[in-house]
């Protein structure tokens, strides 16, 4: 089974490709290379919780990303703006995907993997923070108290003087958001002192509910190419050659969900795990949720692709498992969940008439839609 405030980097299907690959790269072919190391044989009733805990905990990120992103679409905040993907973006993510995780292949072949396992641990410590700061700020902004003293900050980055100077950071917070912080910032020593399984899926739960959230695809064609190359990728890197699976048994950063298979026996101390890579939850989430703002956008009071992409996604994730648990080898779950999220939603839509129109669908980035509305302001003014 093969990324605020996290916030997203301007050029995000670049920068986000480093992480995505890796998380890809962290599927069923890590799990079956733990099982065929440990000695360890997980019972059936392990077996099940491992894999059914690992669905639910998938299904959580895309369902609360998607609604999340449907405001978020709408947000004129600049640290709550969403990162749109072109097609010109996702033709090439495939591409740099594949770089980097032959680029980290090579990296863990050459160098010390305990050294650069030390560097990745500080870095997502860093990002952890702020991915799980940015999903648990909704949450507290509901259970603090109207009374409590929030006071408003904002943290401000110029460059130049005068008419010339440009902003390079801007960005408001409050109190609560600093509360946020401070609670992100113990599950982040704890994560970085235990590496414990738990603050693990903390940081990897922070970082799936981001991405589905903050990564925009511009519409459902850019989706599609973006879902095929990275199906083609998955194939690829995980029958063709060692090269995932070498990776996957390598890097250690919270960019999986694992889940013990020996819970049961051996209570929060497990050590032999199942794990999903988040790519296979970003990937598809961001499709999914893609589709719900469509369904927004038709103002029929029906979420019917949504649901029907989101059914699609379990069905696909849990063949994966089947495949892999049957066969007892690793399995690229965008095999299965690639035709299944694309498959349903199509076919509803030609049942229903509206294929056409989903493919028609546009989303303008919200600062383009902001520019765009300031020069119609401007032109009526004008006239």
Known sequence: MSSD???????????AAAVLDALNATDSNGTEALNATAKFVATPEGTALAYGSLVFMALL?????????VSCS??????????????????????????????????????????????????????????????????????????F????????????????????????????????LLISSVVGVWYLLKKHWIANNLFGLAFALNGVELLHLNNVSTGCILL???????????????????????????IKLVFPQDLLEKGLEASNFAMLG???????????????????????????????????????????????????????????????CVGFPVVVALFKGELTEMFRYEETPPEHAAETKEETESEKKDQ
């Open 5 to 15: 405030t996290e916030q997203v980097p301007a050029s995000a299907p670049e920068a």
């Open 61 to 69: 990120p895309i369902f609360f990303g998607a609604l999340r992103s």
């Open 74 to 147: 709408k947000s004129k905040n600049t640290s709550d703006m969403p990162e749109t993907i072109t097609s010109r973006d996702a033709a090439r993510f495939p591409i740099i995907a594949s770089c980097t995780l032959f680029g980290l292949y090579l990296f863990f072949k050459v160098f010390s993997q305990e050294y650069i396992n030390l560097l990745l641990s500080v870095y997502f410590f860093g990002l952890g923070v702020l991915a799980l700061s940015h999903t648990m700020s909704p949450l507290m902004s509901r259970i603090f108290p109207e009374s």
């Open 149 to 180: 003293p929030n006071k408003q900050y904002q943290l401000l980055f110029t460059q130049g003087s005068g008419e010339s100077k440009e902003e390079i950071v801007n960005y408001e917070f409050d109190t609560k958001n600093l509360v946020c």
């Open 228 to 254: 095929g190359g990275l199906f083609v990728y998955d194939v690829f890197w995980v029958f063709g050659t060692n090269v995932m699976v070498t990776v996957a048994k390598s890097f250690e950063a919270p």
């Open 278 to 340: 988040l790519g296979d939850i970003v990937i598809p989430g961001i499709f999914i949720a893609l589709l719900l703002r469509f369904d927004v956008s038709l103002k029929k009071n029906s979420r019917t692709y949504f649901y029907s992409s989101f059914l699609a996604y379990i069905f696909g994730l849990g063949l994966t498992i089947f495949v892999m648990h049957t066969f007892k080898h690793a399995q690229p779950a965008l095999l299965y969940l690639v035709p299944a």
